[in-house]
């Protein structure tokens, strides 16, 4: 069947994937993710009355959050859970609709509130004809899919956060209500372009709840030196962002002689005060998500894969594969919730019976520079910049990948004034994290906040230092971004930073395939949105 799908960043010759996703998506699922997600907005929809009727919404909430989620790239590739999930959605908005007539309140009669769906043939064909991809305006379509896109970004915040405790209603009532927006066929590009700018504002507001949440639950992270060499011990890798699960498996592999290693996003789990003090967390194996064909053949373990950057596993190691939360791939075995709590016994027993891993590399790596460690230096980095020590901040923040063009980044690094600091969040850093830059006046000239998830730290970074010199705008200091980019929680991050008005920020290694050049040229008018060209021209650009 025909398929196009564009909401990554490695979408095909940056157009779009129109046989089969780059990341391992089939046309199927492809539809069967365009068909969910129009479901999604129709039960968004109704929960919207049902708030201004104050009834309670939670379980919708968190169903609609965690359905954006299973969306994201390189989470879910069952069929299956789709098509399943299309229904319950279906269900859940006609048990919330028959809810709000029983109390003598009307629903519009529109398509997306009272479609019903029978068979998988059925699905398959709904996501021709509706959701955004059916918009014929280009540029209304562009913005709705950076609308939906940012929703899932968004989405994957909350649901992390309200797996240790912490929600927002506001937050999840625009979420809905941005949703719902994109199929609303009475708002023009203007009014889309107000209604992106708010999400970005409530993208803000998710990244701080989620701070808040594993800042609560594990401290604040600390700089930690992390072993990346391997014990004698069989181990478990766990990847993904899921700090809740790690916490879990920590618990639950004490004491059994079973270590535990991070990959990838996994990496700062190791800066959290309440994880570093297992001593079965030995170290981080590997380098980003895309690496894991090679690197999980090598890890000899069971592997735990938490949430989305699953790569479709190779035969000779699937069987070692799990999945939990969002994640899915048929044939991959699953670890579900039980009472409250996920039992991770089959991977302990699995492990057991496994050789330890085999070492690919040595050493250490330094980070757990989040907004709280790296205020504690504010009078060193002050310092710093008084002197002339330091001359400028590089936001270097995002997601790495597969394309050899992503080289471009190490060399950027490398070719930085011996002045400049580097302040990344999320898989991005494996590019440079590893190559010993040195340090300025005993500040490491690569600080990492963390995680993709973690980028609120740096936006607090810059605000406290534009506080500590008393300027008017956070684009008076010398920082500059030059963000790589991958999937939709990147998108959150570039909308949260222009709803606080940064600007001239660098995209790459392309710009994203799912914008109109009306829609480009928009950004890059109002917000000086740019893209890379080459290492020299752009350390003149944004540094000199």
């Not at 799908?5 to 129109?18: F, P, Y």
């Not at 479901?39 to 919404?57: E, H, I, R, Y």
């Not at 989620?69 to 279906?90: L, Q, R, S, Y």
């Not at 709705?144 to 940012?150: D, Q, S, V, W």
Request: aromatic share 8%; charged share 20%.
């Amino acid at each position: 069947m025909d398929m196009f799908c564009n909401q990554c960043q490695e979408a095909s010759k940056n157009v779009g994937c129109t046989v089969f996703g780059v990341c391992g998506k089939t046309p199927e699922l492809s539809a069967l993710m365009d068909t969910f997600a129009y479901a999604l907005t129709g039960l968004s929809k109704v929960v919207l009355k049902a708030n201004d009727l104050n009834m309670n919404t939670d379980p919708y909430d968190l169903f609609v959050t965690e359905g954006l989620f299973k969306t994201i790239t390189n989470a879910n590739f069952d069929e299956v859970v789709f098509e399943g999930a299309i229904k319950e959605t279906i269900k859940l908005r006609d048990e919330l609709k028959h809810q709000i007539t029983s109390l003598g309140e009307e629903l519009c009669n529109c398509d997306v509130v009272n479609f019903v769906l029978e068979s998988r043939n059925q699905m398959l064909k709904k996501a021709i004809n509706v959701g955004i991809l059916s918009t014929e305006d280009e540029d209304i379509r562009a913005i709705r899919a950076l609308i939906l896109n940012g929703l899932r970004g968004l989405a994957a915040y909350l649901s992390h956060a309200e797996k240790l405790g912490f929600k927002n209603r506001e937050v999840f009532n625009y979420m809905h209500c941005a949703l719902v927006s994109c199929v609303d066929q009475e708002l023009t590009l203007n009014d889309y372009v107000k209604i992106t700018l708010k999400l970005g504002t409530y993208g803000v507001k998710g990244m701080a709840l989620l701070d808040e949440a594993n800042t609560t639950s594990f401290g604040h992270p600390e700089a930690t030196k992390v072993n990346i060499g391997v014990k004698k011990n069989p181990g478990i890798l766990i990847s993904g962002h899921d700090l809740h699960d790690i916490k879990e498996l920590l618990e639950q592999t004490k004491g059994t002689g079973i270590d535990v290693y991070t990959h990838s996003e996994m990496l700062p789990a190791h800066y959290y005060p309440e994880l570093k003090k297992y001593d079965n967390l030995v170290g981080n194996y590997g380098n980003a998500w895309y690496k894991q064909t090679t690197e999980f053949e090598t890890f000899n373990g069971p592997i735990l894969m938490t949430t989305n950057c699953l790569v479709p596993p190779r035969p000779t190691y699937s069987n070692r594969v799990y999945s939990t939360g969002n994640v899915g791939y048929e044939g991959v075995k699953y670890i579900p919730i039980k009472d409250g709590k996920k039992d991770f016994s089959v991977i302990i027993e699995h492990a057991k019976r496994c050789i330890a891993p085999t070492q690919i590399e040595e050493g250490t790596i330094i980070g757990g520079f989040a907004h709280n460690q790296v205020l504690s230096l504010a009078d060193k980095i002050v310092d710093a910049i008084n002197s002339k020590a330091i001359t400028s901040f590089v936001v270097m923040s995002g997601c790495d990948g597969r394309h050899k063009e992503r080289e471009y980044y190490t060399d950027f690094a490398k070719s930085l004034p011996k002045s400049a600091v580097i302040l990344t969040s999320g898989c991005a850093k494996f590019k440079y994290i590893k190559l010993n830059l040195g340090e300025i006046n005993g500040i490491p000239r690569v600080l990492d906040a963390g995680q993709c998830n973690d980028s609120y730290s740096l936006v607090v970074i810059a605000l406290k230092l534009k506080e500590a010199f008393g300027l008017e705008s956070i684009n008076d200091l010398p920082i500059s971004y030059n963000i790589a980019w991958y999937e939709q929680k990147a998108v959150i991050v570039l909308l949260a930073l222009l709803s606080l008005g940064v600007k001239n920020i660098h995209l790459g290694p392309t710009l994203p395939a799912f914008l109109s050049p009306n829609v480009t040229k928009l950004l890059v008018e109002n917000f000086g949105i740019g893209t890379i060209s080459n290492v020299e021209d752009d350390i003149k650009l944004l540094i000199d």
